[in-house]
C-alpha cells in the first residue's frame, strides 16, 4: 500500500499535460508508471521524443485530438520519455528506440505490446491503442532499422536475408538530417524519420527504404531508388546487399542491374542464396504474375535460372498453362509450331495435342497424321502411335484405311508377344 501511495504522490509531481487538453502525460518516468499501471490494470503508452525532432513536436497536435485524447487517457497510463536524457538510453538499448517519433505500448511487466516508430496520426494512434488491447491480437515486435532491418515481409521472399544494415553501436555519434532545427555538432544516436523533409543524407535515405519495407509501404521501392540514386559505385558491399533485399520480382527497377550484375552479388551473398532468390522471383512471375507471360518472355525468364533446356522448358510450361486455361485453340497451335520448329520427335506432345484436336473437334488434324508418319518412319514402336494414327483417318473418313493398319498392328503384337488390348479396344469401338 506504501508503494502505491509513493507511486501516487511521485506522479503528482511528474505530471503535465498542455493547458489541461490532450493526453496527460507523467515525463520521463518508466518503473513508476509500469507500478501504476499494475495497481490500475492498465497498459502504459510511452511517447519518445526530443528536443529538436520536428515530427515529435507535430506529434502534440494529434495528442491534443479529443478521439485520442479520451481513450488514453482513459486505458493508458502515459508517459513522455526525453531521448536525450538518462532514460532516454536506457530506452535506447532496451526497447531499440532508434527512429524518432517512436510509439510504445507496454504491458505492465514492460513486454512491448504495440510499436509504432514513424509520426503518427490519429486513426494510427486509435488503431494501435484498440490493437493493444484486443486479448486476441498478437504483435510482432519487429526490430528497428538502425540495429536489425527487417529481413523479407514480401511475397517473393520465402528465404530469409542475412544482408541486413550493420548494428548502430549505443551512444555513437551519428548524423541527425531531415529536420530544420538541428543543432550544430549533434552528438546524437537517432535517426528522425520526416517524410516532409525536402534533403535528407544517404543515410537517412537508406534506414526509410527499410521503414517502408517494414511497413509493406508501396514507397519502399522509390525509396530504395532515392538513396541509390546518391551512390555513385552500386557493387560496394553495402549497396549490393541493399539492392538483394529491394529487388523483390522481375519488374523491380533493380532487376536488370541485379541480372547484369550477379558476379558481385555471388561475393557478397553467396551464390547459392543469389540463385535460390533468382529462381524464387522467376517461377512467382510465371505462375502467380498477371497477366501470365508469353512464350517469348518465358523462354527469358527460364533462361535466368538454367544454361541448358531453357527452350524446351518454357514450351512445357506454356503449354501446361494453356491446358489449365482450357485454351484449346491456342493450345493445338502451339504443339503444331512446336513440334514444327523445336522438337518433332516429342511423341508426348504430338499425342496430347492430336487427342485435343478430335476430342474437340478442332482442325489441324492432317498435319499431326503427317507427325505420326513421320514418327513411324523413323521406326519409333509405339502401339499407342499406330492406334492414334488409326483414330486420325477414321475421323479423316478413311475408316477403311483405319482397320486395315489396325489389323496389321494387331498380327505383329501377336506375332511379338506385345499386349494386344488397346489394338483389340480400338478395333471394337470402331467396327
Given at each position: 500500500m506504501k508503494n502505491i501511495l509513493f507511486v501516487l504522490l511521485f506522479f503528482t509531481t511528474t505530471f503535465?499535460?498542455?493547458?489541461?487538453?490532450?493526453?496527460?502525460?507523467?515525463?520521463?518516468?518508466?518503473?513508476?508508471?509500469?507500478?501504476?499501471?499494475?495497481?490500475?490494470?492498465?497498459?502504459?503508452?510511452?511517447?519518445?521524443?526530443?528536443?529538436?525532432?520536428?515530427?515529435?513536436?507535430?506529434?502534440?497536435?494529434?495528442?491534443?485530438?479529443?478521439?485520442?485524447?479520451?481513450?488514453?487517457?482513459?486505458k493508458f497510463i502515459n508517459v513522455k520519455i526525453n531521448m536525450d536524457g538518462v532514460l532516454g538510453k536506457e530506452m535506447l538499448v532496451k526497447y531499440e528506440v532508434v527512429w524518432l517519433p517512436t510509439l510504445l505500448?507496454?504491458?505492465?511487466?514492460?513486454?512491448?505490446?504495440?510499436?509504432?516508430?514513424?509520426?503518427?496520426?490519429?486513426?494510427?494512434?486509435?488503431?494501435?491503442?484498440?490493437?493493444?488491447?484486443?486479448p486476441n491480437f498478437r504483435f510482432y515486435?519487429?526490430?528497428?532499422?538502425?540495429?536489425?532491418?527487417?529481413?523479407?515481409?514480401?511475397?517473393?521472399?520465402?528465404?530469409?536475408?542475412?544482408s541486413l544494415p550493420p548494428i548502430a553501436k549505443p551512444y555513437e555519434?551519428?548524423?541527425?538530417?531531415?529536420?530544420?532545427?538541428?543543432?550544430?555538432?549533434?552528438?546524437?544516436?537517432?535517426?528522425?524519420?520526416?517524410?516532409?523533409?525536402?534533403?535528407?543524407?544517404?543515410?537517412?535515405?537508406?534506414?526509410?527504404?527499410?521503414?517502408?519495407?517494414?511497413?509493406?509501404n508501396p514507397?519502399?521501392?522509390?525509396?530504395?531508388?532515392?538513396?541509390?540514386?546518391?551512390?555513385?559505385?552500386?557493387?560496394?558491399?553495402?549497396?549490393?546487399?541493399?539492392?538483394?533485399?529491394?529487388?523483390?520480382?522481375?519488374?523491380?527497377?533493380?532487376f536488370k542491374f541485379f541480372i547484369d550484375n550477379l558476379p558481385f552479388f555471388y561475393r557478397h551473398i553467396g551464390e547459392e542464396k543469389t540463385m535460390k532468390d533468382l529462381q524464387i522471383m522467376v517461377y512467382m512471375r510465371l505462375y502467380n504474375g498477371y497477366p501470365r507471360p508469353k512464350i517469348k518472355e518465358a523462354i527469358k525468364l527460364y533462361g535466368y535460372i538454367t544454361h541448358e533446356g531453357s527452350i524446351e522448358k518454357a514450351h512445357r510450361y506454356y503449354m501446361q498453362r494453356l491446358k489449365l486455361e482450357q485454351n484449346w485453340e491456342e493450345f493445338v497451335h502451339h504443339c503444331?509450331?512446336?513440334?514444327?520448329?523445336?522438337?518433332?520427335?516429342?511423341?508426348?506432345?504430338?499425342?496430347?495435342?492430336?487427342?485435343?484436336?478430335?476430342?474437340?473437334?478442332?482442325?489441324?488434324?492432317?498435319?499431326?497424321?503427317?507427325?505420326?508418319?513421320?514418327?513411324?518412319?523413323?521406326?519409333?514402336?509405339?502401339?499407342n502411335l499406330i492406334i492414334l494414327k488409326c483414330k486420325v483417318l477414321n475421323r479423316l473418313g478413311r475408316q477403311s484405311e483405319a482397320k486395315t493398319i489396325a489389323k496389321k498392328a494387331l498380327k505383329h503384337a501377336i506375332k511379338t508377344g506385345e499386349d494386344t488390348s488397346?489394338?483389340?479396344a480400338y478395333l471394337i469401338e470402331f467396327s
Amino acid at each position: 500500500m506504501k508503494n502505491i501511495l509513493f507511486v501516487l504522490l511521485f506522479f503528482t509531481t511528474t505530471f503535465s499535460s498542455v493547458e489541461g487538453k490532450g493526453i496527460k502525460f507523467h515525463n520521463d518516468i518508466l518503473e513508476e508508471a509500469l507500478a501504476m499501471a499494475k495497481a490500475e490494470g492498465k497498459y502504459v503508452f510511452i511517447d519518445t521524443y526530443a528536443p529538436w525532432c520536428a515530427p515529435c513536436k507535430r506529434m502534440n497536435k494529434v495528442f491534443a485530438d479529443p478521439s485520442v485524447s479520451d481513450l488514453y487517457n482513459d486505458k493508458f497510463i502515459n508517459v513522455k520519455i526525453n531521448m536525450d536524457g538518462v532514460l532516454g538510453k536506457e530506452m535506447l538499448v532496451k526497447y531499440e528506440v532508434v527512429w524518432l517519433p517512436t510509439l510504445l505500448i507496454l504491458d505492465h511487466e514492460g513486454n512491448v505490446k504495440y510499436k509504432i516508430d514513424k509520426e503518427a496520426k490519429a486513426n494510427d494512434l486509435i488503431q494501435m491503442a484498440n490493437n493493444a488491447l484486443d486479448p486476441n491480437f498478437r504483435f510482432y515486435n519487429r526490430p528497428s532499422f538502425s540495429s536489425s532491418p527487417v529481413t523479407n515481409t514480401r511475397a517473393k521472399k520465402i528465404v530469409n536475408k542475412s544482408s541486413l544494415p550493420p548494428i548502430a553501436k549505443p551512444y555513437e555519434k551519428e548524423i541527425i538530417l531531415g529536420v530544420k532545427d538541428i543543432p550544430s555538432k549533434p552528438e546524437r544516436i537517432l535517426f528522425v524519420y520526416d517524410e516532409d523533409a525536402k534533403s535528407k543524407h544517404p543515410d537517412i535515405l537508406y534506414h526509410e527504404a527499410y521503414l517502408h519495407m517494414q511497413l509493406l509501404n508501396p514507397k519502399m521501392s522509390e525509396s530504395a531508388s532515392k538513396y541509390l540514386k546518391t551512390q555513385k559505385d552500386w557493387t560496394t558491399e553495402k549497396n549490393i546487399k541493399f539492392i538483394f533485399d529491394f529487388v523483390d520480382n522481375v519488374n523491380s527497377p533493380f532487376f536488370k542491374f541485379f541480372i547484369d550484375n550477379l558476379p558481385f552479388f555471388y561475393r557478397h551473398i553467396g551464390e547459392e542464396k543469389t540463385m535460390k532468390d533468382l529462381q524464387i522471383m522467376v517461377y512467382m512471375r510465371l505462375y502467380n504474375g498477371y497477366p501470365r507471360p508469353k512464350i517469348k518472355e518465358a523462354i527469358k525468364l527460364y533462361g535466368y535460372i538454367t544454361h541448358e533446356g531453357s527452350i524446351e522448358k518454357a514450351h512445357r510450361y506454356y503449354m501446361q498453362r494453356l491446358k489449365l486455361e482450357q485454351n484449346w485453340e491456342e493450345f493445338v497451335h502451339h504443339c503444331d509450331a512446336y513440334l514444327k520448329n523445336i522438337n518433332p520427335l516429342n511423341i508426348q506432345v504430338l499425342k496430347e495435342s492430336t487427342n485435343v484436336k478430335i476430342e474437340k473437334n478442332l482442325k489441324g488434324l492432317s498435319k499431326s497424321l503427317k507427325r505420326i508418319d513421320y514418327l513411324l518412319n523413323k521406326a519409333v514402336k509405339d502401339t499407342n502411335l499406330i492406334i492414334l494414327k488409326c483414330k486420325v483417318l477414321n475421323r479423316l473418313g478413311r475408316q477403311s484405311e483405319a482397320k486395315t493398319i489396325a489389323k496389321k498392328a494387331l498380327k505383329h503384337a501377336i506375332k511379338t508377344g506385345e499386349d494386344t488390348s488397346e489394338i483389340e479396344a480400338y478395333l471394337i469401338e470402331f467396327s
